[in-house]
């Protein structure tokens, strides 16, 4: 089983940046969709981002798209997530997540993830 740990969440105010980290351990990360997800408070968790196992393919939130960016690093077992012109209703615990796939693709179902973090906080600021 892959473990996963989430890093770099924060309070910054509206305009602002983060990077947030996912780093993995327990198996190599090569065959694993990657997916970002969030949760707000009293809202169902949502899906932010998602990357093919090679970084070749990634899909996007509309709420997300064209601020946000997702990569990966393979050999160092990293997921990232560069959030750019940060809003206040971007706030929410975001959580990374895995799901084994021999299959070369993106996933925004979160059903299909079976590894997931316990998630970072963000905040935004108005």
């Known amino acids: 089983q892959v473990q996963l740990v989430e890093s770099g969440g924060g309070l910054v105010q509206t305009g602002g940046s983060l990077r947030l980290s996912c780093a993995a351990s327990?198996?190599?990360?090569?065959?694993?969709?990657m997916g970002w997800f969030r949760q707000a408070p009293g809202k169902a968790r949502e899906f932010v981002a998602t990357i093919s196992q090679s970084g070749r393919d990634t899909t996007y939130a509309d709420s997300v798209k064209g601020r946000f960016t997702i990569s990966r690093e393979n050999a160092a077992n990293m997921g990232y997530l560069q959030m750019n012109s940060l809003k206040p209703e971007d706030t929410a615990v975001y959580y990374c997540a895995l799901c084994p796939s021999r299959m070369e693709g993106t996933y925004s179902n979160s059903g299909v993830y079976t590894s997931w973090g316990h998630g970072t906080q963000v905040t935004v600021s108005s």
């Open positions: 327990g198996r190599t990360l090569e065959s694993y969709v």
